[in-house]
């Protein structure tokens, strides 16, 4: 079967498996790869480096059924963004106030990633190539925030790589998009992690130690191009 031939080790080697899709990226110098955090991150930091991309996180959190943490029924993004799968919450009943209180409570955690992990102001993205890079793509809803806030960077240009997503996202999300890059586009998927070996959580620390190590093997490539020090990449 498809899921079979296709079932990536970890985040890692499923990021390995994305850079034959991406050769053009290589070196733009517009080009900027954009993780979200935090299973992205993991993705995003193999295609970064193979790719000598600078590397940020954009912070997106999903807003989670009170009773049920693992479904979203929407989410938040920097810029004020917000997304409400409304379908799913008609049948929920879920009245305005606990909404609000979903909301601050997850805004909360995004302010704290995008301190915590060194997210860019918004106006740093004006005229960039950004390839957003997910582990994988389920519901869409922290992605379409996602990509809703960066546009309001003003960017020439968005792409998403991401190991899997689910067609009938990928088809509500391509307006968004200037390109769409996935190992595989399936029906129905329930769970990215179904399509990992390994598919453990990825905390704060690890987050970091991986954009710590991007923006160090960037800057050593820099220098080897300019061995004076100077570089006119970020």
Known sequence: MLERQLLWKNRAQAGQELIARLGAWHAD???LVVGLPRGGVVVAAELA???????CSWAVRKLAHPHAPEVAVGAIAPGGVLVWDEPYLRQLHLDPQLRRSLVLQADSELQRRQ???GDPPLASLRDRHLLVVDDGVATGMTVTAALQSLRQGHPSRISLAVPVIDRTIAVRLRPLLDDLIALAEVDDLVAVGSWYESFDAVDD??????MSACSAELASSAAKVHPTGR????
């Open 49 to 55: 480096r193979a790719l000598t991309l600078p590397m």
């Open 29 to 31: 110098p517009k080009g």
């Open 231 to 234: 570089s006119d990449r970020i």
């Open 115 to 117: 301190r915590l992990y």
């Open 205 to 210: 620390r690890q987050v970091q130690a991986l």
